[in-house]
């Protein structure tokens, strides 16, 4: 796919679009994203070290883990396909006074234009709203330098999921706006799997995500029923 608009659902934009003045509110509809961050970051430093390192963060909304990353003291370069996300990313970057290079693009352009980049991919609770995540997986593989990993998180399409991620925390604790997530677009990990592994990519970790709405908290355990994270390398030497 080469073309912006290829893989993209125009809902899913408007949807997200909607809440970027929003999108830095500890309290706001992006609450949850602030409570997983951290353990988002903790798992990609625990693999990369990040400073110095060139990293793609897809998806990347106004730009939690993006900062987080430039922080660290990674080069970081972040797409998304919202204008008001991108825009309301670097008008954030006055207030923190990082250094993100964030652009509206999607990854399939970027990967035809700048293959073999990037030592790190980020592809965070974004493979779940797009209609061709296979598509997405491959071009971060084919952004990767040789020995570079990728690090993708999504939900798994289970009871548990449904039970927890739609009715509980859209419509029972209102952690979410609802209608964020559409179950049929959830993602089991034997089918992520299957996309790394047609991309060249070898799987060096899969690990559960957990969330404590009520203490604020989360954590990486072994159940991958709901929330799970994944790490893939590009083979070759770094």
Known sequence: MSSETDNVNPAELEKFGRLAQRWWDPEG???????????????????????GSTVLDVGCGAGLLSEAMAAA????TALDLAPELIEAAKLH?????????????????????EPGTFDAVTCMEMLEHVPDPGSVIAACARLLKPGGRLFASTINRTPAAFALAIVGAEYVAR?????????????????LAAWLRSAGLEIEDVSGLA??????RAWIKDATSVNYLVCARRPGKA
């Open 29 to 51: 509809p992006q609450r949850p994203l602030h409570d997983l961050n951290p353990v988002r970051l903790g798992y990609v430093a625990d693999r990369v070290t990040l400073a």
């Open 73 to 76: 003291g990674a080069r970081v």
């Open 93 to 113: 970057l006055y207030e923190s006074g990082l250094q993100v290079d964030y652009r509206l693009s999607s990854v399939e352009a970027l990967a035809e234009r």
């Open 175 to 191: 952690l979410l706006p609802r209608g964020t997530h559409d179950y049929r677009q959830f993602i089991r990990p034997s089918e």
């Open 211 to 216: 969330y404590d709405p009520l203490r604020r």
